[in-house]
């Protein structure tokens, strides 16, 4: 996981040494993934060792279902509305 993220740091700044600016972002992009994925992998399964696992941390299964709906209830509003909102600020 380290070389990896290496190399999309090496990949980054190479980019902006050639003035590649959009694969410059998506390495960037890359090596933030890459160095939250390494983090959660490291501290697998344990939040805050050595006592509290992911499993203990859990909320109830009914509150996670609802938590759930409400997200996807969110983005039944948020996501039309953006749409909205930027074609109406893009128009000509």
Sequence with gaps: MVALTAAAAIGAFWSLWRR???LARVAA???????????????????LPPD????????????????????????VVLFPSLYYLFKVFKAR
Excluded: C, D, N, S
Excluded at 29 to 47: D, F, H, M, R, S
Excluded at 52 to 75: K, N, Q
């Design 20 to 22: 590649r600016y959009h």
């Design 52 to 75: 509290l696992t992911i499993t203990g941390a859990a909320a109830p299964r009914i509150t996670l279902e609802l938590a759930l709906i409400a997200v996807l209830g969110g983005a």
């Design 29 to 47: 992009a890359g090596e933030v993934t890459l160095i939250l994925l390494g983090w959660g992998l490291a501290q697998y399964p344990y939040l």
